[in-house]
C-alpha cells in the first residue's frame, strides 16, 4: 500500500493530466458526434450548425496534441539537465505560505538573462531562464522561454539520442 501511495504522490501531476485528458477527449468525442448527427439533418441550418460544430473538435485535438507534446519535450529536456547536473537548483527563499519571494528571484533571474544573452543557441540557457521567468512570476514568457528552449532542443539532436 505505501508504494502505491508514494507512486500516487509522486506521479499526482501526470495523473491530473491524464484525468483532464481524458475528459476532454470524451468532449471532442461527443461534439464530433454532434456535429456530424446535424450535418445528416435535412434542414439547411442544421447542416451549417453542425459543419460550424465540427470545427470545436479539430481545433480541441490540435490543441490537445500540442500541449502534451510541449509537456513530453519539457520533461525530457529536464531529465537530460538533470543528468548533466545542469538544472537549476530551488533555493530561493520562500514566505511562511511556501511562495517564493519575488525579490530573490528577480535577483536570480538576472544570472539566467545573462546566461542566455551569452548563448542565445543554447537549449539549456533557455530552459534555466523559462525557470527564472516562472519563479519570479512572468508566467507567459516563462512559457515562451520554454518553447525557445524546445525548438532549440529539438534541432540539436539532444532529443533524438534520448
Given amino acids: 500500500?505505501?508504494?502505491l501511495l508514494g507512486w500516487l504522490r509522486t506521479n499526482r501531476t501526470k495523473i491530473w493530466v491524464?484525468?483532464?485528458?481524458?475528459?476532454?477527449v470524451f468532449y471532442l468525442v461527443v461534439s464530433f458526434q454532434r456535429s456530424v448527427l446535424l450535418l445528416?439533418?435535412?434542414?439547411?441550418?442544421?447542416?451549417?450548425?453542425?459543419?460550424?460544430?465540427l470545427v470545436?473538435?479539430?481545433i480541441g485535438a490540435w490543441a490537445l496534441i500540442r500541449e502534451l507534446l510541449f509537456?513530453?519535450?519539457?520533461?525530457?529536456?529536464?531529465r537530460v539537465l538533470e543528468a548533466e547536473g545542469g538544472l537549476p537548483e530551488d533555493n530561493l527563499p520562500r514566505t511562511p505560505a511556501g511562495r517564493i519571494i519575488r525579490a530573490a528571484a528577480d535577483e536570480e533571474f538576472e544570472k539566467y538573462?545573462?546566461?542566455?544573452?551569452?548563448?542565445?543557441d543554447d537549449w539549456r540557457s533557455w530552459f534555466r531562464l523559462s525557470c527564472a521567468y516562472d519563479a519570479s512570476g512572468d508566467r507567459k514568457r516563462a512559457r515562451s522561454s520554454m518553447r525557445d528552449a524546445v525548438r532549440l532542443f529539438r534541432a540539436s539532436g539532444d532529443a533524438v539520442a534520448q
Fill in 1 to 3: 500500500m505505501k508504494p
Fill in 18 to 24: 491524464g484525468a483532464v485528458t481524458l475528459l476532454l
Fill in 40 to 53: 445528416a439533418d435535412a434542414e439547411p441550418v442544421a447542416k451549417a450548425i453542425g459543419a460550424a460544430y
Fill in 56 to 58: 470545436l473538435p479539430v
Fill in 71 to 78: 509537456g513530453a519535450r519539457t520533461e525530457q529536456m529536464a
Fill in 113 to 120: 538573462r545573462a546566461e542566455t544573452e551569452a548563448a542565445p
